[in-house]
DNA sequence: AGACGCATGTGATGTAGATCACAACAGCCT
DNA sequence: AGGCTGTTGTGATCTACATCACATGCGTCT
């Protein structure tokens, strides 16, 4: 079956072959199977908004393929970059289970597959499976932790140049670039997202970048960037 | 019984008069029964350090009176407060369930009775009880969005003041003193651990309070505070 | 091609707030 | 009383960064 966005949708979770790696859908097969009863397989082009915040939840995202944009925005017309969610992660989770309304905005950034479940659906299939409510818990322990990475980085950096300088480095500790002496990392954001990723201005990132390169940390072609001096890298991202 | 620290300590949760108000102990009872075989009922003075961040989780504390400051620290001695913990919240849950350190330190501001459990009884105990563990993810979801909050007033506001207003606020929203028209408050925190709070410096918070005062939106004697002209407070923590 | 729309690059300028360095007060304890 | 130690209150200075205002580059639509 092709999707409407030219993505081949994974019909069953039965059978995803991706299924082992991910956190929430490695389950039991009864689980699994009432979970497959539940959801509904969608398909979404880049840039649709999965919901936004303060909406009422209406029920979780399971993402399968592509990546999301997580933001808060406030009303004056700023933005946030939360977390850039890749598959596996389930997304609404803490709205779904408390009722209250979603915290953050989720837009695709990439044309994605995602398994959608309504709220009630979810919560009774809680309700039935210990091993699911674990791997419940265990996402919003996940959860957790990145915000208080997040809050970290925000409340204790003292220059904007700190932070970008972690963001790099955690971007290139994926896809176990990270052993690598000089690992690559693809930017797949403008600097003006990155900007709203660290809470700075986009002039300051372009500026923080120019300077990376005169002093030769890095180095871009195109839009993959070589890390060529990774532990000077390390000494900005650990203040100063 | 009498505790160390001249504190009279619930000894069973079973008999405990404050549990149908507090989101974790209100369980059925053959589950509640378990929780009582496996948890320690401790008393720590004011000051005591329950856990610092990086540690190997030892397992989970419940909080049954008495406050808890949560902070995350830099090696380079800045400190960022994170929330003050009542009642009722479960701390070091997060890192219990994934084995990863604690992110956040834990010191008690007043004397505190708590609840201790430890991690493998702990998870034992979760895998045995649906409804535990549904709390449990009630629980995670609410820190969550507490460390949403966060990020977004550390984010997306511009100035000091905002924060500041933002966070009183918030504190006087507290015991039902939000709906009246001059709700009072305790300021239990020194300018220096406010400053924590919010992420700027002591002497910044001192000219804020005293900018408040000399606009009479607030007025202050001793340690209690009253906001005299809250629409105000609300307008500059909503930017400007 | 040219032209429109975005993403970048770079200079000039202004300002919030960090930081330093004290002074003025608390409570305390002896 | 008088000396501690911890919290506030204020002034002077310095700087990282936002903000404004352009110039330049680069892809793609016609």
Redesign the interface.
């Known amino acids: 079956m092709l999707s409407p966005y030219g993505m081949e949708i994974v019909e069953s979770c039965l059978t995803c072959k991706l299924r082992a790696d991910r956190i929430f859908c490695d389950l039991p097969p009864t689980a699994l199977q009432n979970f497959e009863n539940i959801k509904f397989a969608t398909a979404y082009p880049q840039g649709a908004v999965l919901f936004v915040e303060g909406q009422v939840p209406r029920g979780i995202f399971v993402i399968c393929k592509g990546s999301v944009k997580l933001s808060?925005?406030?009303?004056?017309g700023?933005?946030?970059i939360?977390k850039l969610a890749e598959p596996g992660e389930v997304l609404g989770?803490?709205?779904t289970?408390?009722g209250?309304p979603y915290?953050?905005t989720a837009e695709t950034i990439d044309p994605c597959q995602v398994n959608f479940v309504k709220r009630d659906d979810f919560l009774r299939f809680?309700?039935?499976?210990?091993e699911a409510?674990?791997k419940?818990?265990?996402q919003?322990?996940?959860?957790?932790?990145n915000?208080?990475?997040?809050?970290?980085s925000?409340?204790?950096?003292h220059s904007a140049a700190e932070k970008l300088a972690t963001l790099l480095l955690e971007w290139s500790s994926k896809n176990g670039e990270g052993a690598k002496p000089e690992p690559r990392l693809k930017i797949r954001l403008t600097h003006e997202e990155i900007a709203q990723m660290i809470?700075t201005s986009r002039e300051t990132v372009t500026r923080l970048f120019a300077e990376l390169k005169k002093r030769q940390i890095v180095q871009s072609k195109g839009s993959t960037m070589v890390i060529r001096n990774t532990s000077a890298l390390r000494s900005i991202a650990?203040?100063n």
Request: glycine residues 6%.
């Open positions: 808060i925005n406030s009303p004056s700023r933005t946030m939360v989770l803490s709205a289970i408390s209250k915290e953050v809680l309700k039935e499976d210990v409510c674990f419940v818990a265990e919003l322990g996940e959860k957790y932790h915000a208080c990475k997040e809050v970290r925000l409340g204790l950096s809470g650990n203040h």
